[in-house]
């Protein structure tokens, strides 16, 4: 089988590798397809994202689907178990000793292992960390399951968005364009910002109430701050997700645009220096900033149901594919920012 590995900054090998045998409590993955996110890409120029080790070669790829081709031992026969079935897997391995665990918050565990295997043929996965994928889903879509599981994780459970209440995003990147539908489907009005036009087209296609197109990355843009403003009557937005990473500005500009008792999520967490923040208006305003990290198997289940219903819509997200077999080709591409959600899917499925 091919094996695709970041042998170094900038660099991906493919090498051949035999098709591993499924061990006890674990089954055999065929990949059908893995998107590439902000994290990879932070990963494939050197930078080494918070809670990753990265040992060269190195395997990357956690947002994927596939076909069960092999079970192990011990595995259940179950839906979703049996060869032939259409799976997500959950890359994380959760200690289920430490306390976070025992209290059910997998994704805080302080002692959590992974599995990445998106960029390969095949991948081995413990049985307890595949989700079915429900019928009428494809396999791209279903592909999505892991950074619209973290969205659920935020959106959906770490904040309460107010019914017939303003949802502001600023990125309308993949995760902006998620957030949007869910909290479109929540009932709020929903505002998408973002510097490029090209991609608030597709969040305005999606559903997005309003769209406006930001002048600046470097400082709070008041062109945003003015038209949030006018949106609201002056109030400010009940909900601002910050889904663009990477500027301290960002942030600023979240809290400034928030209405009194409104809900910052602070979702795109990639900064490489320390963000100075504000805290006046949040003590004045009543102001909730609130971080959200990774997300859960269960997480994972929900989002899927999501693509079932068509609550989220996922395939405009989709700009572009790649084979295997150009995986460098792709994060190259992906790194231009052009496109919106890169995949590297097998054309064999």
């Known amino acids: 089988?091919?094996?695709?590995?970041?042998?170094?900054?900038?660099?991906?090998?493919?090498?051949?590798?035999?098709?591993?045998?499924?061990?006890?409590?674990?089954?055999?993955?065929?990949v059908a397809a893995c998107g590439i996110c902000g994290t990879d890409l932070n990963a494939f120029t050197g930078n080494n994202p918070s809670g990753w080790h990265i040992v060269y070669?190195?395997?990357?790829?956690?947002?994927?689907?596939?076909?069960?081709?092999?079970?192990?031992?011990?595995?259940?026969?179950?839906?979703?178990?049996?060869?032939?079935?259409?799976?997500?897997?959950?890359?994380?391995?959760?200690?289920?000793?430490?306390?976070?665990?025992?209290?059910?918050?997998?994704?805080?565990?302080?002692?959590?292992?992974?599995?990445?295997?998106?960029?390969?043929?095949?991948?081995?996965?413990?049985?307890?960390?595949?989700?079915?994928?429900?019928?009428?889903?494809?396999?791209?879509?279903?592909?999505?399951g892991e950074p619209l599981g973290c969205v659920v994780n935020g959106n959906g459970h770490i904040i309460d968005p107010p019914l017939g209440g303003v949802g502001v995003v600023i990125g309308t990147g993949p995760i902006g364009m998620l957030?949007?539908?869910?909290?479109?489907?929540?009932?709020?009005?929903?505002?998408?910002?973002?510097?490029?036009?090209?991609?608030?087209?597709?969040?305005?296609?999606?559903?997005?109430?309003?769209?406006?197109?930001?002048e600046t990355h470097h400082e709070v843009d008041q062109n945003v701050v003015d038209r949030v403003m006018e949106i609201t009557d002056g109030r400010g937005a009940e909900v601002v997700?910050?889904?663009?990473?990477?500027?301290?500005?960002?942030?600023?500009?979240?809290?400034?645009?928030?209405?009194?008792?409104?809900?910052?999520?602070y979702f795109a967490a990639t900064l490489s220096d320390p963000a100075t923040v504000n805290l006046e208006p949040i003590h004045y305003r009543e102001l909730r900033l609130v971080g959200s990290h990774d997300s859960t198997t269960a997480r994972y289940e929900a989002a899927l149901a999501l693509l079932k219903t068509g609550a989220v819509d996922v395939e405009p997200l989709i700009s572009h594919r790649f084979p295997l077999e150009k995986t460098q080709e792709a994060f190259e591409f992906a790194k231009t920012r052009q496109g919106i959600k890169v995949m590297v899917v097998n054309e064999n499925l």
């Not at 695709?4 to 089954?27: D, N, Q, S």
């Not at 909290?183 to 559903?207: C, Q």
């Open 1 to 30: 089988m091919k094996r695709v590995l970041l042998h170094e900054p900038f660099k991906f090998v493919i090498e051949e590798h035999e098709v591993p045998e499924p061990g006890a409590g674990e089954v055999l993955v065929n």
């Open 57 to 144: 070669p190195f395997q990357m790829g956690h947002e994927l689907s596939g076909i069960v081709t092999a079970v192990g031992p011990d595995v259940p026969d179950a839906p979703g178990l049996r060869v032939g079935d259409r799976v997500v897997p959950d890359g994380r391995l959760p200690c289920r000793r430490c306390h976070y665990c025992r209290h059910g918050l997998f994704n805080l565990c302080t002692d959590q292992g992974y599995v990445a295997g998106g960029f390969s043929e095949y991948a081995v996965y413990p049985y307890r960390n595949l989700v079915s994928v429900p019928e009428g889903v494809s396999l791209e879509h279903a592909a999505f």
């Open 179 to 214: 957030h949007l539908q869910v909290l479109k489907n929540r009932g709020l009005m929903t505002v998408g910002v973002d510097l490029r036009e090209r991609r608030l087209k597709v969040a305005k296609d999606l559903g997005a109430d309003v769209t406006i197109q930001a």
């Open 241 to 265: 997700v910050s889904a663009a990473g990477n500027d301290t500005a960002v942030l600023d500009e979240a809290i400034t645009i928030a209405a009194k008792r409104g809900q910052i999520l």
